[in-house]
């Protein structure tokens, strides 16, 4: 959906806080989008109590809404939190959502998310535990394979040999 149609959908406001300034559309997977504000976004530091607007957005009756809102209080460790989110009363498309696991998402270790294929390199030396090798700090591993049980671990070859690296030493190229 296009930001205008977003923002229309929205009354022109956050649809977290009400905020009228900064909205921009946030990915609310597997739904669509939502608008928040910037501190919603957490583009910019907001205060504890700035969450407390979840409260109302929790009656939101988009779907959407009322995943990302179910989400941003379990994040919360504030006992009014876990109060509210325990008394939200999801949509069926929105419980559904809920009740997805949650994919996993690997990244590197600048934050940026890895895909199945993708060609990595190594920013340090590693050793290669019982293949009597060192990976090299700046070798290139193409094709990589996620790992589906552990975003922290992706598969790749590495002179020869298919090896586990932790994505915490990779870069994406």
């Known amino acids: 959906m296009a930001l205008a149609d977003l923002i229309a959908r929205a009354g022109g406001v956050c649809e977290f806080c009400s905020a009228l300034d900064g909205l921009d559309t946030v990915d609310v997977p597997p739904g669509g989008e939502i608008v928040l504000c910037p501190l919603c976004r957490e583009d910019e530091p907001a205060a504890a109590s700035h969450w407390r607007a979840l409260e109302g957005a929790a009656w939101s009756a988009v779907p959407e809404v009322q995943l990302a809102v179910w989400r941003k209080l379990g994040a919360l460790n504030q006992a009014w ?26 990244r590197d270790s600048n934050g940026a998310l890895l895909a199945q ?19 090299k700090r ?13 975003a922290g671990h992706i598969e790749g070859r590495v002179e020869g040999q298919r090896i586990v690296i932790l994505t915490e030493f990779v870069k994406k190229k």
Do not use: C, Y
């Open 117 to 135: 294929g993708d060609t990595v390199v190594l920013i340090k030396d590693l050793p290669v535990k019982g293949a009597g090798f060192t990976a």
């Open 81 to 106: 939190a876990t109060e509210a989110r325990e008394g939200m009363v999801l949509s069926e498309t929105a419980q559904a959502w809920a009740d997805q696991p949650a994919a996993l998402q690997h």
């Open 138 to 150: 700046g070798t290139a591993v193409r094709g990589i394979s996620l790992v589906a049980d552990n």
